[in-house]
């Protein structure tokens, strides 16, 4: 049921170009695009990968960007698992250019990272991950992380400081004033080897899902380092984050 669909329109990547003679040519970097939320916090209405931003979908935005850096060389997107879901991100990435591919995501995020992990092919080393609802994402920030991993790092997540007072509470009572300056907020992409994602994955409990890919690798007790977020890689999650996505698009056209 979660076949893999190519939609590459490119032909096939040249091997070995301006590598040097002797050393192992570095393998491709795959971008997973987990879409098949339902998008719940948004509201009523279709799968919020699939939901308007300026005229096109908020997923059509991801890609775009994510084609578009020079360190990607491929894009899996994690489909809302029905056949229409499927159909639909079939047809909207067949407009883009780069090589993109298709898979039914599952029930939990988690889920939808697995299946299209499980559908990679063998040739791609560094693996990103990367939310379609952080469809305004800049290209800087892929290359940053990219970089990070292709510099040694096993896994690399793009964070910002926390600007609120944060604290902990019971009920509607205060416990304790946390200390930020020690607390990031997260976002994605977050790259991986190849081999610490899927190790991670394989671990995972699936009763239990993660709601990042770095939370399974930190749990194998294998470090995790952080480079830059940017502050329009924000998730829509809520209405206003929709609002916000048209103030954004709006300023950049
Ligand atoms: N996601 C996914 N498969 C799921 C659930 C979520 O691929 N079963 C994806 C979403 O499509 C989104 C990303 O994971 O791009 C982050 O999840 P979130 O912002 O929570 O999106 P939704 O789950 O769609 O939203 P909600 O939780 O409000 O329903
Ligand atoms: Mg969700």
Redesign the pocket.
């Known amino acids: 049921m979660s076949g893999v669909v190519s939609m590459s329109t490119d032909p096939a990547p040249e091997t070995g170009s301006g590598t040097p003679a002797g050393a192992a040519a570095p393998g491709r970097v795959a971008v997973i ?10 509201g009523p209405g279709a ?3 699939l939901r308007e931003l300026g005229g096109l979908p ?2 059509v935005h ?1 890609v775009r960007t994510l084609v578009a850096a020079r360190s990607v060389d491929l894009v899996v997107v ?1 489909a ?2 029905d056949p229409q879901g499927v159909a639909e991100v079939q047809r909207l990435l067949a407009d883009l250019p780069g090589d993109t591919r298709v898979v039914a ?5 988690q ?3 697995a299946l299209a992990l499980a559908a990679l092919p063998a040739d791609c080393d560094v693996v990103l991950v990367h ?4 469809a305004l994402t800049p290209v800087e920030v892929i290359g940053a992380v990219v970089a990070a991993v292709r510099g040694g790092a096993g896994a690399v997540i793009p964070v910002l400081p926390v600007t609120d007072t944060v604290k902990a509470v019971d009920g509607d009572l205060v416990t304790a004033t946390v200390d930020r300056s020690t607390l990031r907020a997260v976002q994605t992409p977050q790259g991986f080897t190849r081999d610490i994602l899927a190790k991670a994955h394989a671990a995972a409990d699936p009763a239990a899902p993660a ?1 990042d890919d770095a939370g399974l690798v930190e749990a194998l007790g294998l470090p995790v380092r952080t480079v830059p977020g940017h502050a329009e890689a924000f ?4 209405p206003f984050d929709l609002v916000l996505a048209e103030a954004v698009l709006r300023r950049r056209r």
């Open positions: 695009v987990p879409a098949a939320g339902k998008g719940e916090r948004l799968p919020k990968a908020l997923l991801a994690a809302p698992p995501g599952g029930t939990s995020r889920e939808s990272v939310d379609a609802a952080r709601t998730k829509i999650t809520t």
